[in-house]
């Protein structure tokens, strides 16, 4: 009764002081039934009810947006009334520090203005020939006709990339160490993002064990390589650290070691884990439709021939490119994005108070048939056009949006792309549907069970 009364105060005694929703529990409200199925969930209430649709957590006031409209007012016009979630984020501060995935105000608005130029111009081009290099180091470990789960390969290499670009770091201990810690870290948030409360990190849990032990890994790893920086000097080097080393404020202050280890394990994790699920999901499209795959190949051979691809051939390779958008759309792996307001707002007619959960899921806005045709049909001509430019600006949004859209979004794209391309050249491959697959959203969306694919040679050899 306490949280019910609690809930009935912050939105008000009468149902037309809120927008429709489901009835859910006493109590608990809709939170087992969100946590049973979050996708169906969504999904189905989204479609029942609208737009904007009310929910109670266990008694915790929450709104899921589904009005492109509304995600503007929220994520552009009025982004200071909203911050990340504080729970949400809470369960993760020892992991990612002050970095600009939890950070606010004007604090993040500094880093986000001393980070962007390693992400921004010719430094991008710097990187191609380590993607490349690097995917045809994994490819070569493959054979004809090889089954194989695609998601762990996708994982390790994007791991490799984000070693070599964000540390200009090979050593393979390093990376043994890194991905051992990832591995852990991913295992105990997922957990964690589970639970309606939070348990401090003190309380010696297993996972809570292992998670502090993986962050103490990766603060070597990162402290290391720092220490390194700093006495071999960070003239010729073009990595993300060093850049980040390098930059100053306004007030031509660098940034704290302390700041530089929240930004690189920030950029480390964020960085490999959605670029690989975006590649899993897309071999996952691509295995299932040959036709498809065949297309891209063609494209590619095209253009590029027998010769390595660089980020130059990037605007010609426009098929395989929209392969890449239409698989982002399909399976976003940031498949849902959580605000907290902190103050009041209004939304639709309808006024809210401070502290509401607010959620916004490219799931279903990317499978929304007033933007798309045909939205469950992996068709990537239809990026070949003008849609891009013709969508509201919040329908597509495998990035996010706004002031904090993920700043690493146009290197995710070149990576993709180039990853894409290479593979093709070296190997056509097709998904062995006897393995079973379910989307799993968890904090990015999963592919729970594995994309089991064999691959075969094309015979192409650098």
Known sequence: ???????????????????????????????????????G???????????????????????????????????????????????????????????????????WRRQRRLAAPAFAGQQLLAYDTAIVSLTHQMLDRWTNDQ??????EMMELTLRIAAKTLFDSEAEWDIADIDHAANDLVTEMESRFKRPILIPDGVPLPGHLRYRRAIRTLERVVSSIIAERRAS?????????????????????????????????????????T????????????????EIQARMAAEIADVLGDRLATTHDIPRLKYTESVALESMRIYPPAWIIGRESIG??????YAFPAGVTIFISPWILHRDP????????????????????????????????????CIGQRFA?????????????????????????????????????GVWLKVKDRQTRH
Do not use: C
């Not at 993300?240 to 302390?258: C, H, I, N, Q, T």
């Not at 070949?384 to 002031?403: D, Q, V």
């Open 344 to 349: 009041t707002f209004k939304l639709g007619g």
């Open 370 to 405: 007033r933007y798309f045709a045909e939205p469950e049909t992996f068709r990537p001509e239809r990026w070949m056009g003008n849609l891009a430019h013709e969508l509201p600006r919040f329908a597509y949004m495998p990035f996010g949006g706004g002031p904090r859209i």
């Open 1 to 39: 009764m306490v949280l019910s009364s609690l809930l009935q105060s912050r939105i008000g005694s009468s149902s037309s002081h809120r927008p429709p929703g489901p009835k859910g529990l006493p109590f608990l409200g809709n939170l087992v039934a969100f946590g049973r199925d979050e996708l």
């Open 413 to 449: 794209m070149m990576e993709a792309v180039l990853i894409l391309t290479t593979m093709a050249q070296r190997f056509s491959a097709e998904w062995q549907s006897g393995h079973k697959m379910t989307p799993f959203p968890s904090i990015n969306l999963r592919p729970m069970g």
């Open 233 to 273: 000097g960070l003239e010729g080097r073009y990595d993300v650290l060093s850049r980040l080393m390098e930059a100053r404020d306004e007030m031509g202050k660098p940034m704290s070691d302390a700041l530089l280890r929240d930004e690189a394990i920030t950029l480390l994790l964020a960085g490999h884990d």
């Open 147 to 152: 089954v194989l789960n695609i998601h762990p």
């Open 275 to 290: 670029t690989a699920l975006a590649l899993s999901w897309t071999w996952l499209l691509l295995g299932q439709r040959p």
């Open 41 to 107: 969930f969504i999904t189905e209430t989204a479609r029942r009810y609208g737009d904007l649709v009310w929910l109670n957590l266990a008694g915790w006031p929450a709104l899921l947006v589904s009005d492109v409209e509304a995600i503007e007012t929220i994520l552009v016009k009025d982004h200071d009334n909203y911050i990340k979630h504080r729970l949400a984020l809470r369960h993760v501060k020892a992991l990612f520090g002050n970095g600009l995935l939890t950070n606010e105000g004007e604090s």
